[in-house]
């Protein structure tokens, strides 16, 4: 099993939509989770980090499931802006550093 | 933003070249990275050093070969690549290695090798 699985899409999505999907990871000794961003032919970007708690940046929502070991990204409201790849990043799996998911694409359309 | 600058941003290198690739983190962090992005898969870690010291190698290829001077600058000395070999190549900084801090990637070096 990949230490951190994603379904790669791309997801289609109409302008206004709400999308959500999840990322699984297979170490429960995981300790941090993050969201990053990366648009086409661009570098990753924090998008946000997920607390065990759940947590909300403006029409982002972040969730951590440690029971299911899975963690989900939530988008209401879709923009042509969000169209990019989201990627799973966890960190504490494997010796301390940041294991990246494959991402999953994102397309919004009008 | 311009916290992690890479050059060049675009290179195409024979097999047999010698290149280099440049990092510098204008962000005053102790930990850089380099990640290599290839099409349809996920960031593969490099190298990882810790105050120009380096703490992880990614059994990575002897033809890449890192060097970090100082702790704002990050090489990565390319010869004789494979066709393989090419990527998007990514330099990434954080305060500290070994923690969950945020990472901020530059933005990139597009390596062809022909």
């Known amino acids: 099993r990949k230490e951190v699985e994603q379904d790669p899409g791309p997801f289609n999505v109409p302008e206004g939509a709400t999308v959500a999907f999840n990322c699984t990871y297979s170490?429960?000794?995981?300790?941090?989770f993050f969201w990053y961003r990366q648009d086409c032919r661009k570098e990753p970007k924090l998008l946000m980090s997920v607390y065990s708690s759940g947590n909300e940046d403006g029409r982002f929502t972040a969730q951590l499931n440690r029971a299911s070991q899975y963690i989900s990204l939530l988008i209401r409201d879709s923009k042509l802006s969000d169209s990019a790849t989201y990627l799973c990043v966890l960190w504490g799996a494997a010796g301390n550093k940041l294991t990246f998911g494959g991402g999953t694409r994102v397309l919004v359309k009008p | 933003e311009t916290g992690v600058t890479q050059t060049p941003r675009h290179l195409v290198m024979g097999m047999t070249n010698k290149k280099s690739l440049k990092c510098e983190q204008h962000l005053g962090h102790n930990a850089m990275y380099w990640y290599k992005q290839s099409a349809k898969k996920p960031l593969e870690l490099m190298f990882v050093y810790s105050l120009e010291e380096r703490v992880e190698n990614n059994s990575v290829p002897s033809r890449f070969s890192p060097e970090c001077p100082n702790s704002s600058h990050l090489f990565l000395h390319l010869h004789t690549l494979q066709p393989e070999d090419s990527a998007l190549y990514l330099c990434a900084s954080s305060q500290y290695v070994d923690s969950g801090n945020t990472i901020y990637f530059g933005e990139g070096s597009w390596l062809t090798v022909v």
């Open positions: 170490n429960s000794a995981s300790q941090s």
